[in-house]
């Protein structure tokens, strides 16, 4: 484990090599760690993700249960998605006290649920199966087990891969009619039990977010544990970035600031970052190929940001 | 202490971001991409134009007890703000610097709908103890989430490397709220650490804007400052029914010119995100303004010359000077600090 305190030498040398375009571990300022996504991980859910960052630092598992529910009064055609965001006592961060553990995890699960839901990403009425009756309601359930550096952007990476490759049963309503009671039937029932029919959630343009940290007068990506640690990192920035390119939040950690003359370019900065991540994401969960079915195993990819070029190393199964 | 029920009249502001940025307005106007702030987007639900704020009304040292406290109302949105500290440090042994921690909570009665405090259900497991604020109950995430996004906000503004082993508490409370009620907690909180005497670089002022696309396809973004509830919502009048856009929330700290808390909600491109993080900056810059204004003014009233006022350090300097330049220029009192 990490201990917390950095001496000031150790901070220089951080910064000054972050100056030289070298960190700690070899990379440069706009290199992330090798990326690894593993799909369909917790068979039993509706839809599951495992993303790796580096070599077993940042692990975080995404998982999509879906369950049907009446829609309140107010938002009778929708449905719902309910966020949670967690850092398993497992990944045993650096932050012993328990309080600093539940903030970090409502931090994460705020700023995330604000990415989610405001950008309009899950269309929420294509999740009502009767209005007033019967809506689904996605249970997103997001769990951090190592926690060794990035762990928004671990945890939107596997989100999205998680919801992208969900699928839900087909369902049809049924209605008209009346029953023994004289009641108007309002009922449903599943359109095929084929597992291979489960149509995927409507989700579109899904952001991924990614963080921006300002070492010194330098901008990193893809801090390292040891880059995160006290005093390293002054000022955080974290972008949501939707597969069009448009912004869909921003969230600021860390107590220092930007220049207020460069926070556009500065949130701009992430775009292109955002948009070569989402490709390698798409190609390794396999949507950039015909629809995959639900139940083969896609195995899992690892994906290395050089230079500009993704190169991709897929392993099938583990 | 007055009542908070029957709070003084705020008075409307007269600061207008035109004179301030003519040449952002002028360059604008040659640009035939950007829209023309001049045209129709002066329509807004309370008849204010696109870039005006809401009358503000700041109060100090409302709760006598605390070492610093400010209220701060922008019409519907009230918040009221105490900080206690420097004080001893529990628990670590030693730090070098001091630490900031902040208490954000909502009163059961500030929403629409009244909130149940934490007593009536069982509540969460492990909720907090102890910490002032409205419900006394565990704080909910966005409770938690709204406390660390004030904490840092503010965090860059105070001098914690003169508080070796010390910490700061900042309690907000959330009266009544109608839209931007972060923002003006960071304001609220700044202003009750300046009161509070503790050693500050400069004082951060927070501004919200909600910028959205009257129609499809066209690429013309409206952005107004400062928005109530009804046009944050977006639903009927507030966005004019637009479907993209988001809220933008700055915190900004003139005197050194830094950016220390951003938040943004809801999807914009790049033209769009351009011009609500600079008409926040300019919004945050009208707030310092009014901020820095009614500290003066109080100063003068209760500080009574310079013995008052010692702990300010070198921002009793810099207001010194800065007031004989309002002196001479009443008119126009605005955001830039040099």
Not at chain 1, 88 to 95: E, N, W
């Given at each position: 484990?990490?201990?917390q305190?950095?001496?000031?030498?150790?901070?220089?040398?951080?910064?000054?090599?972050?100056?030289?375009?070298?960190?700690?571990?070899?990379r440069?300022?706009?290199?992330?760690r090798?990326?690894?996504v593993t799909?369909?991980?917790?068979?039993?859910?509706?839809?599951?993700a495992?993303?790796?960052l580096?070599h077993d630092?940042?692990?975080?598992?995404?998982?999509?249960?879906?369950?049907?529910s009446?829609?309140?009064?107010?938002?009778?055609r929708?449905?719902?998605?309910?966020?949670n965001?967690?850092?398993?006592p497992?990944?045993?961060l650096?932050?012993?006290?328990?309080?600093e553990v539940?903030d970090?995890?409502?931090e994460?699960t705020?700023?995330?649920?604000?990415f989610?839901?405001?950008?309009?990403?899950?269309?929420m009425?294509a999740l009502?199966?009767?209005?007033?009756?019967y809506a689904?309601?996605?249970?997103?359930d997001?769990?951090?087990?190592e926690?060794?550096g990035?762990?928004?952007?671990?945890?939107s990476?596997?989100?999205?891969?998680?919801?992208?490759?969900?699928?839900l049963?087909g369902?049809?309503?049924i209605?008209?009619?009346?029953?023994?009671?004289?009641?108007p039937?309002?009922?449903?029932?599943l359109?095929?039990t084929?597992?291979l029919?489960?149509?995927?959630?409507?989700?579109?343009?899904?952001?991924?977010?990614?963080?921006l940290?300002?070492?010194g007068?330098?901008?990193?990506v893809?801090?390292a544990?040891e880059?995160?640690?006290?005093?390293g990192?002054?000022?955080r920035?974290?972008?949501?970035?939707?597969?069009t390119?448009?912004?869909?939040?921003?969230?600021?950690?860390?107590?220092?600031?930007?220049?207020?003359g460069?926070?556009?370019?500065?949130?701009?900065?992430a775009?292109p970052?955002?948009?070569?991540?989402?490709?390698?994401?798409?190609?390794?969960?396999g949507?950039?190929d015909?629809?995959?079915?639900?139940?083969?195993?896609?195995?899992?990819?690892?994906?290395?940001?050089?230079?500009g070029?993704?190169?991709?190393?897929?392993?099938?199964?583990? | 202490?007055?009542?908070c029920?029957?709070?003084?009249?705020?008075?409307k502001?007269q600061?207008?971001?035109?004179?301030?940025?003519?040449?952002?307005q002028?360059?604008?106007k040659?640009?035939?991409?950007?829209?023309?702030p001049?045209?129709?987007e002066s329509f807004?639900?309370?008849?204010?134009?696109?870039?005006?704020?809401?009358?503000?009304?700041i109060?100090?040292n409302t709760?006598?007890?605390?070492?610093g406290?400010a209220?701060?109302?922008m019409?519907?949105?009230?918040?009221?703000?105490?900080?206690?500290?420097p004080?001893a440090r529990q628990d670590?042994?030693?730090s070098?610097e001091?630490?900031l921690?902040?208490?954000f909570?909502?009163?059961p009665?500030?929403?629409?709908?009244r909130?149940?405090?934490g007593?009536?259900?069982?509540?969460?497991?492990?909720g907090?103890?102890?910490?002032?604020?409205g419900?006394?109950?565990?704080?909910?995430?966005?409770?938690r989430a709204?406390s660390?996004?004030?904490s840092q906000?503010l965090e860059?503004?105070?001098q914690?490397?003169k508080?070796?082993?010390?910490v700061?508490?900042?309690?907000v409370l959330?009266?009544?709220t109608?839209?931007?009620e972060v923002?003006?907690?960071?304001?609220?909180?700044s202003?009750?650490?300046?009161?509070?005497g503790?050693?500050?670089?400069?004082?951060?002022?927070?501004?919200?804007?909600?910028?959205?696309t009257?129609?499809?396809g066209?690429?013309?973004w409206?952005?107004?400052?400062?928005?109530?509830?009804?046009?944050?919502?977006g639903e009927?009048?507030g966005?004019?029914?637009?479907?993209?856009?988001?809220v933008?929330?700055?915190?900004?700290?003139?005197?050194?010119g830094?950016?220390t808390q951003v938040w943004?909600k809801g999807?914009?491109?790049?033209r769009?995100?351009?011009?609500?993080?600079?008409?926040?900056a300019?919004?945050?810059?009208m707030v310092?303004?009014?901020m820095r204004?009614?500290l003066?003014?109080y100063?003068?009233?209760?500080?009574?010359?310079?013995?008052?006022?010692?702990?300010?350090?070198?921002?009793?300097?810099?207001?010194?000077?800065?007031?004989a330049?309002?002196?001479?220029?009443?008119?126009s009192?605005d955001?830039?600090?040099?």
């Amino acid at each position: 484990m990490l201990s917390q305190a950095r001496s000031r030498t150790e901070l220089a040398f951080m910064e000054a090599g972050v100056e030289q375009d070298v960190r700690a571990d070899g990379r440069r300022r706009v290199d992330y760690r090798d990326i690894s996504v593993t799909v369909d991980v917790v068979p039993s859910s509706h839809g599951s993700a495992r993303v790796i960052l580096g070599h077993d630092a940042t692990e975080v598992l995404a998982v999509v249960k879906a369950d049907l529910s009446q829609p309140s009064y107010e938002r009778a055609r929708c449905g719902t998605l309910e966020l949670n965001v967690e850092v398993s006592p497992l990944a045993l961060l650096y932050k012993e006290t328990g309080r600093e553990v539940e903030d970090l995890n409502a931090e994460l699960t705020t700023a995330f649920e604000s990415f989610l839901v405001e950008s309009g990403a899950l269309d929420m009425e294509a999740l009502c199966i009767t209005p007033g009756k019967y809506a689904w309601t996605i249970y997103l359930d997001v769990i951090v087990l190592e926690g060794q550096g990035n762990i928004l952007d671990a945890v939107s990476l596997a989100a999205y891969a998680a919801l992208r490759t969900a699928a839900l049963p087909g369902v049809d309503a049924i209605s008209g009619g009346l029953d023994s009671a004289n009641n108007p039937i309002e009922d449903f029932e599943l359109s095929s039990t084929d597992i291979l029919d489960a149509k995927p959630l409507p989700v579109q343009n899904l952001p991924i977010c990614i963080t921006l940290n300002r070492i010194g007068n330098f901008v990193v990506v893809d801090t390292a544990a040891e880059e995160e640690a006290e005093g390293g990192v002054q000022a955080r920035l974290t972008v949501a970035v939707d597969e069009t390119g448009h912004i869909c939040g921003l969230y600021k950690g860390a107590g220092g600031g930007f220049p207020v003359g460069e926070m556009h370019t500065l949130a701009q900065h992430a775009v292109p970052i955002a948009k070569k991540v989402l490709e390698g994401l798409k190609a390794a969960i396999g949507l950039t190929d015909k629809k995959e079915k639900k139940g083969i195993e896609k195995g899992s990819s690892k994906l290395r940001c050089e230079a500009g070029t993704w190169r991709r190393d897929a392993c099938v199964g583990e | 202490m007055y009542n908070c029920y029957t709070p003084r009249v705020a008075t409307k502001t007269q600061v207008s971001t035109l004179q301030t940025n003519s040449e952002i307005q002028a360059q604008r106007k040659k640009d035939d991409t950007g829209p023309s702030p001049a045209r129709s987007e002066s329509f807004r639900m309370d008849g204010r134009a696109y870039n005006q704020l809401r009358p503000v009304f700041i109060d100090l040292n409302t709760v006598s007890h605390a070492s610093g406290s400010a209220y701060l109302e922008m019409e519907h949105t009230k918040v009221l703000v105490a900080v206690y500290g420097p004080k001893a440090r529990q628990d670590v042994e030693f730090s070098d610097e001091g630490k900031l921690i902040c208490d954000f909570r909502y009163s059961p009665f500030a929403l629409r709908a009244r909130r149940p405090t934490g007593k009536e259900k069982g509540g969460r497991e492990g909720g907090r103890e102890g910490g002032g604020g409205g419900g006394g109950g565990p704080q909910r995430d966005e409770e938690r989430a709204a406390s660390r996004t004030v904490s840092q906000a503010l965090e860059a503004s105070v001098q914690l490397a003169k508080l070796p082993k010390s910490v700061v508490e900042v309690f907000v409370l959330v009266l009544q709220t109608d839209g931007g009620e972060v923002g003006a907690a960071i304001s609220c909180a700044s202003l009750a650490l300046a009161e509070a005497g503790i050693e500050l670089f400069g004082l951060v002022a927070s501004c919200e804007v909600v910028a959205f696309t009257p129609s499809e396809g066209k690429r013309e973004w409206r952005v107004r400052v400062d928005p109530t509830a009804a046009e944050e919502g977006g639903e009927e009048g507030g966005r004019e029914g637009g479907k993209e856009g988001g809220v933008v929330g700055l915190a900004l700290m003139p005197v050194s010119g830094e950016v220390t808390q951003v938040w943004q909600k809801g999807r914009l491109d790049t033209r769009g995100s351009e011009r609500a993080l600079e008409m926040a900056a300019d919004g945050a810059r009208m707030v310092h303004a009014l901020m820095r204004k009614r500290l003066l003014t109080y100063m003068e009233q209760e500080g009574g010359g310079e013995g008052g006022w010692g702990g300010l350090g070198e921002m009793t300097r810099d207001d010194r000077a800065m007031r004989a330049q309002d002196e001479k220029h009443p008119e126009s009192v605005d955001g830039d600090v040099k």
